[in-house]
C-alpha cells in the first residue's frame, strides 16, 4: 500500500513538473503573418493614445530637427531600416516564434529583427549597435515584454524628421486580443529629442492566405540624391526631391 502511494504521489508530482514545464514555456504563440490595421494608433501619442503636438514632446534639438527637414535625406529613402518605423508600414510582417527567440520577418525593405527570450542582456553599446536595436523579451503572463536598446543614431522616429539618437529606448507589449487580432503597445524615449515618452499602439489582422514577398528597395532607388551626378540622364539633385515632397 505504502509503495502504491508512493507511486501516486510520484504521478503527481511529476505531472505538476509537466505543468510547471508548461507554464514557463511561451503561453501564446504570435506564429503567423500579419498585417496592420487602420485601427491602430501609430502617431506620436500620449499614454491615452491621442496624439501631440511636437512642442508637447520635443525639446530644443528635437524641434530644431523638424524645422530644417529635408526628405531627400530620410534615411528610409535610401532603403535604411529602422524601429518603430518598420512597425507601422503597410506591408506584411511574419512572425516565427520558438522557445529562445521571436523573429520579427519585414516584407518592407526585406529585413528581420531577432527578439531573444533566453535571459540574455543587451551587448556592450560600445562595440555593438543597430539600425533596429537589440532587442530581449520576457512574459508577464501573456503578454511578451520586449525591450530595445542599442540603436546606432542613423534613423529616424518617423517621417517628420525626429532623429533617433543612440539613447532611444523602445518597449513592446505584444498580446493577442483574439486569435486572429495581434496587439503591440509601444513606448519609446529618446532623452536627446524628447521631452517625454511617445505612445503608439500597433493593431495587426492575421493572413493566413498570404506570404511574405520580396522587397528589393535599393533595386527603385537608382536616382539616389546623394550620388553627386547632376547632367547624367535621370540623374536629379537635391532640391528636385525637396520640391516634389514639399512643393516648395
Known amino acids: 500500500m505504502r509503495a502504491l502511494a508512493l507511486t501516486g504521489m510520484m504521478a503527481i508530482a511529476l505531472a505538476g513538473a509537466g505543468t510547471a514545464q508548461a507554464e514557463e514555456a511561451a503561453p501564446v504563440d504570435f506564429s503567423g503573418l500579419w498585417v496592420i490595421s487602420e485601427r491602430s494608433a ?12 511636437p512642442e508637447a514632446y520635443l525639446n530644443p534639438a528635437g524641434l530644431e530637427a523638424i524645422a530644417v527637414l529635408r526628405p531627400a535625406y530620410d ?10 518605423r518598420h512597425l507601422g508600414f503597410p506591408y506584411p510582417m511574419e512572425i516565427v516564434q520558438t522557445e529562445d527567440r521571436m523573429v520579427n520577418l519585414f516584407e518592407a525593405d526585406t529585413v528581420f529583427r531577432i527578439v531573444y ?6 551587448p556592450d553599446p560600445e562595440v555593438d549597435t543597430r539600425f533596429m536595436g537589440h ?8 503578454v511578451l515584454v520586449v525591450e530595445s536598446a542599442n540603436f546606432n543614431g542613423k534613423a529616424w522616429l518617423d517621417a517628420t524628421g525626429i532623429p533617433q539618437s543612440e539613447q532611444a529606448t523602445l518597449v ?6 483574439d486569435g486572429d487580432t495581434l496587439q ?6 529618446d532623452p536627446a529629442y524628447l521631452t517625454r515618452s511617445i505612445w503608439r499602439r500597433y493593431i495587426y489582422n492575421r493572413r493566413s492566405d498570404w506570404q511574405i514577398s520580396e522587397y528589393i528597395c535599393a533595386e527603385g532607388n537608382r536616382d539616389n540624391a546623394f550620388q553627386p551626378r547632376e547632367g547624367e540622364p535621370g540623374a536629379i539633385e537635391i532640391d528636385d526631391v525637396i520640391h516634389r515632397a514639399t512643393g516648395d
Not at 75 to 84: D, G, K, R, T, Y
Not at 117 to 122: A, T
Not at 135 to 142: K, L, M, R, S
Not at 184 to 189: A, D, G, L, P
Open 75 to 84: 534615411p528610409s529613402a535610401q532603403c535604411l531600416p529602422s524601429l518603430p
Open 135 to 142: 532587442a530581449v523579451g520576457h512574459w508577464e503572463g501573456d
Open 172 to 177: 513592446e507589449r505584444y498580446s493577442l486580443l
Open 184 to 189: 503591440n503597445i509601444v513606448t519609446y524615449e
Open 117 to 122: 527570450l533566453d535571459d540574455r542582456d543587451h
Open 42 to 53: 501609430a502617431r506620436n501619442n500620449d499614454e491615452n493614445f491621442e496624439e501631440m503636438e
